[in-house]
């Protein structure tokens, strides 16, 4: 299984951008898909989660700023980032929990990473 993430970039305080990522490969279930980041010299953190097409959660931090959606037929999550603060300044990781075919248990796996960079 293998996760390819893209969008991301530079962008002014205030502004907005948006990531995709897709999953590819033996993929038999995908339970959950989901955007953590990772600051410089910080621990990575959960941005928002999204077990199926309605059910998501957030990071107190970018609630009301974030959007996750998920495309099931695609195996695609993306996350439309609004009101952009440069404390939202890090790599942006997309996860993703799941059933390969063939496989027994549910399994998390992890895209390369996408920078996104706010200025102030």
């Known amino acids: 299984v293998q996760l390819q993430a893209s969008g991301g970039g530079l962008v002014q305080a205030g502004g907005s951008l948006s990531l995709s990522c897709a999953a590819s490969?033996?993929?038999?279930?995908?339970?959950?898909m989901g955007w953590y980041r990772q600051a410089p010299g910080k621990q990575r953190e959960l941005v928002a989660v999204?077990?199926?097409?309605?059910?998501?959660n957030y990071a107190d931090s970018v609630k009301g700023r974030f959007t996750v959606s998920r495309e099931n037929a695609k195996n695609t999550v993306y996350l439309q980032m609004n009101s952009l603060k440069p404390e939202d300044t890090a790599v942006y990781y997309c996860?993703?929990?799941?059933?390969?075919?063939?496989?027994?248990?549910?399994?998390?796996?992890w895209g390369q990473g996408t920078q996104v960079t706010v200025s102030s």
């Open positions: 996860n993703a929990r799941v059933l390969a075919s063939g496989d027994f248990v549910y399994r998390s796996y």
């Open positions: 490969g033996r993929i038999f279930v995908i339970s959950e």
């Open positions: 999204i077990r199926n097409s309605v059910s998501a």
